[in-house]
C-alpha cells in the first residue's frame, strides 16, 4: 500500500512536469522562424528580386532586396534596405507597411572601340502598403509602393512568395 501511495505521488508530480515539456516543445515548434526568404515581381528590387528578412520582433523586421537585370544590353543591378511593419494581423492576414532606400547602378557597355561605355549610379526611397497571408512556412505578399527618385515620383506594385525554413 505504501508502494502504491508513493508511486502515485511520484506519477503526479511526473505527469505535469511531462505535460508541460510537451506543452512547451509544442508551442516552440509552432513559433514561425524569424527568418524570410523570398523571391518578388515588380517589387522592391525593380522587375525582379530576391530578398531577406530577419524578425526583430513579432511586427517588425529589417530586411535587403535586390536584382541584376539585363536590359537590352543595359546591365541594372538594384538594392533595397527596408524596414518590415505589420500593422493589423489576423490568423493569417496581415496589413504591412514597407519604407527603405532604393540604390541603383546602371551600365551600359561600349559597342564601339575607344569609348568605355555609360555608369550611371542613383538613391531613392519607397513606401509601400500590402496584404500578406502566411502559414509556418509559406508566405504571400502584395503591395502598392509610391517610389521617389532622382526620376521623379511613381506608383509600384508587384507581388511576393517566401519561405521560412
Not at 13 to 19: E, G
Amino acid at each position: 500500500m505504501r508502494t502504491a501511495w508513493v508511486t502515485s505521488i511520484a506519477m503526479g508530480f511526473a505527469l505535469p512536469a511531462s505535460a508541460e515539456v510537451r506543452a512547451t516543445a509544442s508551442t516552440h515548434a509552432q513559433a514561425p522562424s524569424r527568418h524570410l526568404f523570398y523571391v518578388e515581381a515588380f517589387g522592391k528590387g525593380g522587375l525582379y528580386g530576391l530578398g531577406y528578412e530577419l524578425a526583430i520582433t513579432p511586427r517588425l523586421s529589417l530586411g535587403a532586396a535586390g536584382s541584376f537585370a539585363v536590359v537590352r544590353e543595359q546591365q541594372v543591378l538594384t538594392l533595397a534596405p527596408y524596414v518590415h511593419a505589420t500593422l493589423v494581423r489576423g490568423e493569417r492576414n496581415a496589413l504591412f507597411t514597407d519604407v527603405g532606400a532604393l540604390f541603383a547602378r546602371s551600365h551600359i557597355p561600349s559597342p564601339v572601340e575607344g569609348w568605355d561605355g555609360m555608369t550611371d549610379s542613383g538613391g531613392g526611397g519607397f513606401v509601400s502598403l500590402g496584404w500578406e497571408r502566411a502559414t509556418r512556412h509559406l508566405v504571400l505578399r502584395a503591395s502598392g509602393s509610391v517610389v521617389a527618385g532622382e526620376g521623379g515620383v511613381t506608383p509600384w506594385a508587384g507581388f511576393a512568395i517566401g519561405v521560412r525554413p
